[in-house]
């Protein structure tokens, strides 16, 4: 197909992302202050917890079954090999630059995770309903479009709080213990043993007590090890992170749909139950307007250097790049850090996955669906997870480092997006 052809068909699903996007920033800054901060929480809430899962669940419901789930199976495994691809990405940038200790967290993370759910959903459907597209007929593109989109987002939710979380907490925490050992004193005693009131072998008056205590037996003693590790270990890997709504819905989408009993209740112009399907459908189709909408307004308002002032229309841009500009001096952010998370994301990542996936297609690896491989490479080429600004918030590190990151890689995506959408469509065609 002609080059243009590819490349206009790989802008328009951008445009409307930019679009939408800078109307949701317009509608953060003072002058509007519709997406205020509390209407920001509630949205974000609504997305969440309704959005999300009933998007997740409709689509899945509608379009996997059994087989299809089996035909997708290298998506998981493509997945993680962008988390691990980016991580040994970014610890090489950590070195190159010499990342300051508390920016090393996030440097792996925005490097480790990719938007994998809002930026598929968005832009991948989008190409299937341009006239020039070349996966086919519009219907059947769509449908299987969603369900790739859709699946990614479910894979790439748990990846995130799995390895993205404990990457940036065991950071976080190395920051906090260095940060400690300055305020820390040697004392000759333990000073547990002194100020514990359940200690009751040295009391305050010298006196030695000696504290005779019932000795287990082996089975119970064995018991009690095992179910304390057992706790220990559910919370170093923050299994409970994994119940999110989303993770839940794709639970109940996956088994209503490979079920195929299941799937009669639910889907068909006879299924029974089919306006329960109907209405979480319509649920689902709030979702990618709200995203979208939200992307814009936390990058405008990730932090306090972009608190704009009332501003005339033609001053406003400007105001957004000075305010950027004093944002990453005054953070102490490294220009380099910033070009090379760039270069990570958009180049590096991108050049890596046209291996990976051209090299499982030509083993036999994955099956000839241009669709499904243009959306395997396009998991290797988008900007880093909005999510990451929630993590740097839940620990209290580098947030504003985070929202001048954010800002850099969603402002260099429109371009390099688009440039590698086409790309990928001219390789897998």
Known sequence: MDMWKLFMTA???VLKLIIITALGAFLAVDRFNLLRESARKHLNSLVYYVFIPALICSILTKSI????????????????????????????????????HDLQGLVLGCCAAGNLGNLPLIVIPSVCKQSSSPFGAVDVCYQKA???????????CIYFWTIVYSIVRAYSCKVSSVSKV????????????ITDPENHSKPSNGLVVTVVEKKPTPDVANHTKFMETLKNLVLKLNLHLLLTPAIIAVIVGLMIGAIPQLRKLFVGENAPLRVVQDSTSMLGD?????VTLLVGATLLKGNNHYQLEVLPEENLMKKILGNFVSGL??????????????????????????????GAV?????????????????????PPAVTMSTITQFFGAGETECSIMMLATYACA????????TIFMWIVT
């Open 362 to 382: 030509h083993f036999g690896i994955i099956h000839h669906d241009p669709l499904y491989q243009f959306t395997l490479l396009f998991q290797y080429a988008v």
């Open 146 to 156: 969603m369900a790739y989109a859709t699946l990614s987002l479910a894979v790439g």
């Open 414 to 421: 429109s371009v390099f997006v688009t440039v590698w959408s």
């Open 286 to 290: 709030a979702c990618i307007p709200a």
């Open 329 to 358: 001096k005054g953070s102490g952010v490294k220009v380099s850090l910033v070009i090379g998370i760039v270069a990570v994301r958009f180049i590096a990542l991108p050049m890596l996955g046209v291996g990976i996936v051209k």
């Open 182 to 193: 300055d305020d820390s004193t040697s004392y000759p005693l333990d000073l547990k043993e």
């Open 11 to 13: 802008l328009m699903p």
């Open 65 to 100: 079954t059994f087989r299809s789930l089996v035909m997708m199976w290298f998506m998981p495994l493509n997945i993680l090999l962008t988390f691990i691809a980016g991580s040994a990405l970014g610890w090489l940038l950590m070195k190159i630059t010499k990342a300051s």
